[in-house]
């Protein structure tokens, strides 16, 4: 069993930065991939970026591809999502989420251990 506590969002101005924190607790977190997902108010969850078990494939949705970073030490049970030059449509709650094995996927319910999320809000 993995859980999973999200920190690290704020209010933030456009065009600044921020970086999102997941820790994991349990002793098997170097065997799952994990993921990022945001949803914003009445909109569907969307996938924003995953890293592999060992963070040798990392995959962005378009949206973010250039702006975002997801790494992981798994050392400290910690996955991050380094978040630059945000715009005010990244405002959203941001979830990360663990899926057992050596794939990724942008799949929502392809992961089964999710965190409550924590609040980015990015104003203009």
């Known amino acids: 069993q993995v859980q999973l506590v999200e920190s690290g969002g704020r209010l933030v101005q456009a065009g600044g930065s921020l970086r999102l924190s997941c820790l994991a607790s349990?002793?098997?977190?170097?065997?799952?991939?994990m993921g990022w997902f945001r949803q914003a108010p009445g909109k569907e969850r969307e996938f924003v970026a995953a890293?592999?078990?060992?963070?040798?494939?990392?995959f962005y949705a378009d949206s973010v591809k250039g702006r975002f970073t997801i790494s992981r030490i798994n050392a400290k049970n910690t996955v991050y999502l380094q978040m630059n030059s945000l715009k005010p449509e990244d405002t959203a709650v941001y979830s990360c989420?663990?899926?057992?094995?050596?794939?990724?996927?942008?799949?929502?319910?392809?992961?089964?251990?999710w965190g409550q999320g924590t609040q980015v809000t990015v104003s203009s």
């Open positions: 890293i592999t078990w060992s963070s040798s494939s990392t």
């Open positions: 989420a663990a899926r057992p094995g050596r794939t990724i996927s942008t799949m929502p319910y392809e992961y089964n251990h």
């Open positions: 349990g002793r098997t977190f170097s065997s799952y991939a």
